[in-house]
C-alpha cells in the first residue's frame, strides 16, 4: 500500500510493494479530511517519510506514528525527535496492544468509576495484502476510535462502500458498515506515486457508529456476541445460498424456523440481505439455540 514521502526528500529504497507518495496537495487533503484534531490523539498507521507526520505534529494533540520499517522508523525518531507530543513506534500494527495505549493506566483507575477513553482519529495508508486484518482489528476495538481516514485501493473501497445487492457487497461491506459510516472521499492515480503502482487508491473516510445495540445483538461493541462469525458463515461461499451456507452449522428444524421468523427466503443469499435482516435472522437462530 502507497506509504507518504516528500518528492523534495530523498526517498528510502521500496520494498514489500511500498509506493511512496509524492504528492503535498494529497497529503493536505488526506490530513485534512480528519478535521480539527487539536484536541485529539492521532494514531499515524504506515507514516513512511514523514509527510502527513510533519502536518498532524504541528496540529495534533498527540501523535503516535507506528512504522514497520526498522529504517524509516529511525529517520522518523530523528526528525521529530523534538515534537513532546510526537511518538514514534516500531511494530506491526496489527501487534499494538490496543488496550495498553490508549485504556486505563496502572494506578490511575478508581473503584466504581467506569473508564471512558477519549477516541483517537486513525489515519494512515494500509497496505494492499492486510488491509481487511488491520480494519477488523481497528473495529475490534472500536471504542477507542472516533474517525478513520485511510487509503485503500480502489477495488477495496469500492467493497467497504456497497450497498447491499450489489456486486461489489460482501463481508468486509458489512463488517465495516455494522462499526462505521463510510464516505468514499476522492481517488488518486497510479501517476501520485513513486514507483506508480498497478492500482488506483482512494481514500476514505469511516465515522465509528457501532450498531450492535440499534440491531438488537450483545457485547460492548466488539465481536464476541457472535454476529461477526456469523456473517463469515452467511458469506462463506458467495455462489451458494444462505440456506447451503449455514445449513452445516445449524440444525435445519432450527434454521427453517429462524428463516420464517426473521422473513428471509432460504435461496436468498447473503450478499442481497440488508444488516437488519442478517441481524433479525442471527438473533433468531440464537433464540431457537436457547430454547432447544
Known amino acids: ?27 493536505l487533503q488526506i490530513a485534512g479530511a480528519l478535521g480539527d484534531v487539536s484536541q485529539n490523539t492521532v494514531l499515524e498507521i504506515g507514516p513512511g517519510r514523514g509527510v502527513l507526520t510533519s502536518l498532524l505534529a504541528k496540529q495534533a494533540h498527540r501523535l503516535i506514528a507506528v512504522e514497520l520499517d526498522r529504517v524509516l522508523a529511525a529517520q522518523l525518531r530523528l526528525r521529530f525527535g523534538m515534537f513532546p507530543n510526537v511518538e514514534v513506534i516500531e511494530a506491526d500494527i496489527l501487534s499494538i496492544d490496543f488496550d495498553s495505549l490508549f485504556g486505563p493506566k496502572p494506578g490511575l483507575r478508581r473503584p466504581g468509576i467506569e473508564f471512558k477513553p477519549s477516541p483517537a482519529k486513525v489515519i494512515g495508508n494500509l497496505p494492499y495484502y492486510i488491509t481487511s486484518d488491520i480494519l477488523l482489528r481497528l473495529f475490534d476495538y472500536s471504542k477507542y476510535f472516533e474517525t478513520l481516514v485511510i ?18 457487497y460482501g463481508l468486509l461491506s458489512a463488517t465495516a458498515q455494522l462499526y462505521a459510516r463510510v464516505e468514499k ?41 457472535g454476529f461477526i462469525d456469523f456473517l463469515k458463515l452467511s458469506f462463506g461461499q458467495k455462489r451458494k445460498t444462505l440456506w447451503n451456507n449455514l445449513k452445516s452449522s445449524y440444525a435445519e428444524p432450527h434454521l427453517r424456523a429462524a428463516l420464517v421468523e426473521a422473513k428471509v427466503k432460504p435461496a436468498s443469499r447473503a450478499e442481497t440481505l440488508s444488516l437488519e435482516e442478517s441481524a433479525a435472522l442471527f438473533r433468531a437462530l440464537r433464540n431457537a439455540h436457547e430454547d432447544s
Not at 151 to 168: K, N, W
Not at 190 to 204: H, M, N
Request: avoid cysteine.
Open 151 to 168: 487509503l485503500v485501493q480502489r477495488e477495496v473501497a469500492d467493497r467497504l462502500a456497497a450497498e447491499p445487492g450489489s456486486r461489489d
Open 1 to 27: 500500500m502507497p506509504k507518504v514521502v516528500s518528492a523534495r526528500r530523498p526517498q528510502h529504497k521500496p520494498k514489500l510493494g511500498q509506493h511512496f507518495l509524492t504528492s503535498d496537495s494529497f497529503a
Open 185 to 225: 472521499l476522492f481517488t488518486l492515480p497510479p501517476g501520485a506515486f513513486v514507483p506508480p503502482p498497478r492500482v488506483y487508491s482512494t481514500a476514505l473516510r469511516l465515522t465509528m457508529a457501532p450498531r450492535q445495540q440499534e440491531l438488537g445483538l450483545d457485547g460492548d461493541g466488539r465481536a464476541e456476541d
